[in-house]
Every structure is written in structure tokens, then in C-alpha cells.
């Protein structure tokens, strides 16, 4: 089974069905549009927990999915408690505002965790205190504007405040009146991130019943208030606090079985571990589950000679550590730290799991332990991860991509993260690990990837998300976002000056993308901007004067795109692209590829029955009729030159008003062009349909006309029986070059090659048939019957 194949819960897919309809599921529209829980709906707990926990996924379908609509007002469904019943709320970013956990006040919250929640205020605080009766687990960690009132705007006469403005405004006082009396409950406290105007001391000392603290990044000045948790305290995180040795021996004091001593970066502390003090730290704490002692520079050497260690196998046993201090420990660590360290290098390490960048495992490690609350470590052991994948080979791949997509997820709005995740994913989705990679797991990689397209305009973000999809079957694994891919790609390709790599990327996808699609695909594109981006970028190549890739692409793309869309053809010609084709032949006379796509997309065009007489000019007609004889990409442009001057030719002589070039003269130019063709030419195309084709023979009004599409269908299914002989069976062409018999206009070399092709298609449709194990007998019975015939014919002839 291909990594991360695992199905979606029922619960999970019916909570994402619901978000997506709520008004067809829960809800309906009440007074002044406002969005209301049905009265004979109640909702438990286990079903609440899980819609506010899928918050952020409604947001997002905000922002990705053209057809969702915004309701505002979704946190107060749930004001009622009555109704329903909420105990878990767990948010992070700018999801939730003020507005938000108010309306859900009267709810008995357990858990409520909010992490880097900067659109809150002081505010919240009042609704924080509704639930002090209930808490048990409460995180405000980087909620840096929560203890803190919104500065004031002095309103006009009659004006009436706006919520949402407020949400903009700057803090500025602090909300020196809040205080956790009364949260008896509480147990698990995170106020990492605490602006260092709040007086922590003050702020918790009604709280003696913690059992578990992150003081991450505060500022203790008197530590020595910690030691009220004495023998109660269970966690004790304090990364990136200023150390002292006074802070040591206070947590030493309080035995917390889960100590976190780490720190950011080894040059910002002043603060120096030494073997003496890690000594302490382990003799100290004698039931010690997990420790982190990260971006630590050791003074002394903890460790055991070289030699020592390299004898024997890798050992967990703490008697055999080659970090010295640790041999006192009772039993192996459960997790042990040691991320920008030089113990995480030493061979025997008692602990189960450890974090440091040694080696693959190691890494991983740092980026599940630190990617939630510490994205400048994480952002680092995916740099590490990437250079795994690049250079070596990742072995826990299903692992490696959840977290990699986890931390990108949890911090959209960190450049750092966005770059080496996106970076990290491109080698991660390769072709050397794509046969392990289910199709679940490659949609999630595609959504974060563009999550991280949207939010950063910035050059390497847009480059490595852009090369990350070209790992990717297009356009058929990024149909289920095709309209924001498009979008996205296209906003890209925007701006008049762009990075010349991610140009070159983003034409090249959006050339796949149009490749290949159904038409409404097609037309929903065009819809988009698509025609006018790409003559924008031919048009800023021509000021250039530059024939590169993007040129090319750009073409290309627009031959895609107008296949059978007369609504892309006709933007084409309103957006002045006949006269860039012009330009661009004058400009570039020896590009082949150049002309072939261009010649392509004019064919497009031609097929157009009502857009025909915009190319039915002296100027056009001329250019046409000169690329007969072109001998550029093979036959290409020859034969696409060719195939709209028979589109033109099949309305007839009396749509002919031009006095130059003669209309016959034209078609002499015509027949001696396709006769100078090798019929056996393997071609660079591909048709989807033979539809534009077989209209044009059975008629007599341009013999060259039928003459020019009788010898591409004798071409395509001479060289590709096999894909093009079904095909032209499918769409009717069998009676069609029967009538092409018929018609006496026809000429004989036209004739020639219906015969052959009525015979050979019918004989490797039967041979295939007669071959097929699983054929019925009568098919074989009627296969062997007209194999005979066939045989009957060829000896006649």
C-alpha cells in the first residue's frame, strides 16, 4: 500500500461535508442573513470539538474554493450551550478574533489552546475568565496582544464602532486588572511569548495547583517564585529564558519529571552548561522522563574518549552513554534534546527518542518536537531533511512528508518555513519516491503548495512551489484544484517584469494544464485571463526582442488552449494576436518550434466557421500561402499552413473577395505542398478528436480541401494504427471516406488513400479483435469474415 493511504475517518469527511454545507445540514438563514442552528438540532460535544477544531479548514475553503461562501457569525452557532456543548477549543493564527471567543462564553470550556492568536486583545480576557470554572488546559502561547487594550479611535458624530477595525488598531495599554483568581482547575498553563510588561510573578501566583508550565521566551527576574510548585510540577519548559545558575536550582527544586532548558541559538545566551551543572540536572531529577538541552555549548568535554565509544554496538543502557553525565540516569529518557548540540554526534545515547542532526531519524525527530511552537528550529531540520532527499536518500518517507506538510500548515505566515518546506517537498515528491506516495498524501502536498503560492509573492517560495507540481501527472492530479491553480499561476505571470525562472516554470505548467483537459476546462480558462496573459508575455518577449522558452511555451499553450474553443479563438483575435503572430514572424524567421505552435493555434482559429473572415485577408492569405513551402520542424508548418488555408478554401469561392493572392493559384500551391510530403512522416502532435478534419470530406466545393484532410488521417493512421485507427473508427470516419469514394469531384490520389484506410483501419480493428482472449466467439467469427474480405481485395488489386 502506497504511503499515506489510510482513508479519512467517517467523522473526519462528514465534518468537512457539513462546513462545506451548512445551511443544507445544520443551519438556515435567519434575520438580516444572519447564519442560525436549526431549532431541532443539538450537537454533543464530540461533534462540536471537532467543527471549531476544523475552523481553520473552513477558512481556508474561503480562500480556495471559488464556490464557498463566507458566513459570518460561525462561532456564535455555538452561544448555546443548551444546543451545544463545547469542552475543546484549539485555534491558532489570525483564525479567531475577540468577537469570536465571545460568543462562546457561556460554553464550560476544558481545553482551550490558541497559539499566535495576535488579533486578540484584552478583551478576550474577560471572556477568558467566563470559563475559569471549567478550564483544566489553557495555552496563550504567542498571543502577544492579549494582555493588552486596543488603542481607541475617536469615532464621528452618529458613527458606530466597527468590530473588525478594532481588530486592526495597535495595542497600547496593558490590562494590568486581569488576574487568573479563580481558575481553580487549571493544570496546564502556556504563556510562552509573555510581553515582558506583565509581571508573570503576579499573573500566576493564584494558580498553586500547576502541574504543567511553558514559560518559553519570559522574562524571570525572580525566578524564585517557581518554587510554590514545588513536588506538584510535572513540566517545566523554559526555552529561550535568560538561565542563571539561581533558575537551575530552582527547577532542580521543583523535580519536574519533563524539564526544557533549551535554547534557540548558542550564541544568543550567556549562559554556559557545564558538565558540573548537567551532572547536577540528572542526579537532581532521579525520575526524569524527557529533557531538552538544546543550542547548548558545552564548556568542558561531557564525553567519553572516541575510542571508548566505538567499541560495541549503538547502547541505550545509561551505564554504557557516552556523554558522561547521563550514566547516572536509572533508565533511558523517554526524549532527550540534543538539536544544535555536539552530543547528538556520540554513538551511545540512552534515550529513546532524540533530536539533533546526525542523522535521518535524529532530524525528523526535531521537526515533529519542534515544529508547533519553535519554527526557527524546525525550519532548520527541514533544511537538514532537504539535503537529505537531495544529496542521500530519505528512508522515512510517509513520516518525512507529514511533517514537512504539518509545519508548513502550522506556519503559513513564516518565509522561512514556506521556503525550506516548499524546497524540502520538491525532492520528497520526485520520481524516485512517487510509486510510494498514495494519492491522499500527493493532494495534501499539492494544497499546501499552493497555501504557500497564495500567501508569498516572494521570488523563491513561487519557484520552489512551481517546480514542486511539475513532479506531478498534469493536469490529471491537479484537476481537484484546477480552477485555483490557474489562478494562481496566472497571478504569476501578472506582473510585467517577473523572475525569468518561475516565468519559464509557470507557462510550462500552465501549457500542461490546458493540455489534454475537456473543453469546459478549457473555457473556465480562458474565462480567467488566460489568452490575454500569454500574448502580455509574447508581447513583452517581441519588446525584447527574445525568442526563449516563455515565448514558446506562451504559443504552445495558446495552440491548447483554443482546440476546439471558439470563445478562446475569438479572445485570440480581439486581443490583437493576429498581429503579434505577424510580428513575431517577421522578427523571428528561422524559429521552427516557434512557428510550428503558432501555425497550430491559426488552425484552431480556422476551424471557426464565423471567425474565418477575420483571416480571410491579402496580408493573412499571403503569409499562409508562402509557409507552404516551409520545410521548418519537418512538415509542421507546411501542414498546419496548409490546414487552415482548406478551412478557409470549404466556404467557397464566393466568400473569396480578395484580388491578390488568386484563389487558384493558391490552391496549386496547396496540392504541390501536400504532394511533396512524406506520407510515412512521424509527427509532433496529437489530436484528440478528428472531428474538424472529417468535415471536410465529404464535399466538393475544395477538393484540396478533402485532398489535404484525407492525407492527415492516411498519415496518422498509417504511422499510429494503434491510436489513431480506433479513433477514426469512433468518430464515423469509416462512412465518411466511403462517401469520399462516392463523389466524383474527389481526385484519385485522394481516392487512393480513403480505399487504403477503409481497408487497413477495419483490418487492425478485426486483427485486435480476432487476438482478444476475451472475445465472444461471434466477434471472432465476424472478425475472420472481414479479414477475408480484406485478403479478397488485396489479391483483386
Known sequence: ?????????????????CLKNLRRTMCYTG??????????????????????????????????????????????????????????LHLREDFVRDKDLEAIAKQDLIELHLTSCTSLSARSLRTLSCF???????????????????????????????????????????????????????RLLNVGGLAAEVDVETLLKPLPALTSLDLSAVHLPRPAFLAQWRDRLGSLVLYNVDLSEELIRTGLFLVPRHLDISRESQRSSKF???????????????????LDISGHIMLDNCTVPHFEEAMGRPSMEPCKSS???????????????????????????????????????????????????????????????????RIQHCNQLLRALQLVIGALKCHKYDKSIQVTGSAALFYLTNTEYRNDQSVRLRREVIEVVLNGMEQYQEVTVQRNCCLTLCNFNIPEELEFQYHRVNMLLLKILEPARQDESIQRIAVHLCNALVCQVDNDHKEAVGKMGFVKTMLNLIQKKLQDRMCDQVMEFSWSALWNITDETPDNCQMFLNCSGMDLFLECLQEFPDKQELHRNMLGLLGNVAEVKALRPQLLTSQFITVFSNLLDSKADGIEVSYNACGVLSHIMYDGPEVWALGEPDRVQVMDKMWDAIQSWDVSSRRNINYRSFEPILRLLPQSISPVSQHWATWALYNLVSVYPNKYCPLLV??????????????ESSQRETKDMARYMDVHTDAHICTDMYTCTHACMYARAHACTVVLKIIAVCLKT
Not at 540528572?282 to 524527557?290: H, I, K, P, Y
Not at 465518411?736 to 462516392?742: G, M, P, R, Y
Request: one cysteine or more; glycine letters at 6%; charged letters at 25%.
Open 323 to 389: 556523554i558522561y553525565p547521563f550514566q547516572e540516569l536509572k533508565r533511558p529518557l523517554q526524549f532527550l534534546g540534543l538539536y544544535n548540540t555536539t552530543l547528538c554526534n556520540v554513538t551511545h545515547i540512552p534515550a529513546y527518542k532524540v533530536t539533533g542532526s546526525k542523522n535521518e531519524d535524529q532530524v525528523l525527530n526535531a521537526i515533529e518536537a519542534y515544529r508547533e511552537y519553535r519554527p526557527e528550529l524546525a525550519h532548520r531540520a527541514i533544511n537538514q531533511l532537504f539535503d537529505i532527499a
Open 31 to 88: 434575520d438580516q442573513n444572519k447564519l442560525c442552528l436549526r431549532p431541532d438540532v443539538f450537537l454533543p460535544s464530540e461533534i462540536c470539538d471537532k467543527l471549531l477544531s476544523e475552523f481553520p479548514r473552513y477558512m481556508e475553503l474561503v480562500h480556495t474554493d471559488s464556490d464557498f461562501e463566507l458566513q459570518d457569525g460561525f462561532f456564535q452557532l455555538f452561544c448555546d450551550p443548551c444546543s451545544t456543548r463545547l469542552t475543546q
Open 730 to 743: 469512433k468518430e464515423g470516419g469509416i462512412g465518411l471516406l466511403e462517401k469520399v469514394l462516392e463523389l
Open 272 to 290: 554556559k552548561m557545564t558538565r558540573k551543572i548537567l551532572t547536577a540536572v540528572v542526579q537532581g531529577l532521579g525520575n526524569l522522563v524527557s
Open 1 to 17: 500500500m502506497p504511503a499515506g493511504d489510510d482513508p479519512d475517518s467517517l467523522m473526519a469527511l462528514c465534518t468537512v461535508f
Open 132 to 186: 475559569r470554572h471549567s478550564l483544566v488546559s489553557l495555552s496563550l502561547f504567542g498571543c502577544t496582544n492579549v494582555f493588552f487594550h486596543r488603542a481607541r479611535v475617536p469615532l464621528a458624530c452618529g458613527e458606530d464602532e466597527d468590530e473588525d477595525e478594532e481588530d486592526q488598531l495597535p495595542r497600547h495599554t496593558l490590562a494590568s486588572d486581569f488576574t487568573f483568581q479563580g481558575f481553580g482547575r487549571l
